[in-house]
């Protein structure tokens, strides 16, 4: 339970200052329109608080990175969209309002078009806000998770004390400690296939059960597809290789692998 408080007061925070740079950026883009509004609703007060909003820029980094780890442990299916809309697209051609990001707006990239005395702006800094909204919406989203069942808030603990053996079997691979740093990721890897089939009600005949028992299991009841069945089976081999195999050293590049890939199973597979 502690470690659910300590995420609740993470999450907390983070909403609480995802409403204070929503506001910093809006008055960034259009200073005016938001000093009117706020005129409306606070009055004299409208002016304080103003003077109070941090600048976007300075702020943001730190709750973007905060704010990516919270949703790397508890949103994990949204990762991919959240840092999509801070960084720039891999394939991009051009700058319009579609292909505008978070990263452009804290250099302060305006695209224009046009001589110097006729410039039309085509792409404003403003193009950024709904990008902001969306990760800010992905945050207030896992307040939900808090909200859910007993075994969700045990899939949490779970996955922080997961992340913490996986940090330590890459501590051990680092000082020289190979088949050790391995054995203890493949470890992981085997109490998080156990606990997926738990999930998913899958039940066993025989007591003593192995990672590959898991995950042909898992496949059956095609709560996996076939690749990645395939990709945990080759994870197995190389835990394997660690924790069994003495006739064969294994290399710093295979531990390294088995435990990035392990850590990644935890992060998308439940």
């Not at 339970?1 to 999450?11: A, S």
């Not at 691979?173 to 992981?188: D, P």
Request: hydrophobic share 40%; net charge positive; charged share 35%.
């Amino acid at each position: 339970m502690k470690n659910l408080e300590r995420y609740k007061k993470d999450l907390k925070k983070l909403i609480e200052t995802g409403k204070i740079l929503e506001f910093a950026m809006q008055y960034e883009c259009a200073p005016k329109a938001l000093e009117k509004a706020l005129k409306k609703k606070l009055g004299d007060g409208a002016s304080e608080f103003l003077d109070k909003l941090p600048k976007f820029s300075e702020e943001y980094e730190i709750w973007y990175s905060e704010a990516k780890a919270l949703i790397r442990q508890l949103l994990p299916d949204r990762l991919d969209d959240f840092v999509g809309h801070y960084e720039k697209p891999k394939a991009r051609k051009e700058i319009d309002y579609e292909s505008y990001r978070i990263s452009d707006y804290l250099v302060g990239l305006q695209i224009t078009r046009g001589r110097e005395y006729e410039k039309v702006v085509v792409v404003d800094i403003d193009s950024a806000i709904p990008r902001f909204r969306q990760q800010f919406a992905m945050v207030k989203a896992i307040k939900k998770r808090f909200e859910s069942s007993l075994f969700d808030i045990k899939q949490i603990v779970q996955a922080d004390l997961f992340d913490s053996e996986l940090e330590a079997a890459m501590a051990l691979v680092n000082q020289g400690f190979l088949r050790a740093g391995g054995a203890m990721a493949g470890v992981v890897m085997e109490k998080h296939l156990a606990e997926v089939c738990r999930n998913h009600q899958i039940k066993f005949r025989k007591k003593k059960l192995t990672i590959a028992d898991f995950n042909d299991a898992l496949k059956k009841e095609n709560v996996i597809n076939t690749p990645q069945w395939r990709s945990n089976q080759h994870l197995g081999d190389l835990r394997n290789l660690c924790d069994h195999d003495k006739k064969k050293e294994p290399s710093k590049d295979q531990v390294t692998e088995l435990i990035e890939g392990v850590t990644k199973l935890t992060k998308t597979l439940f």
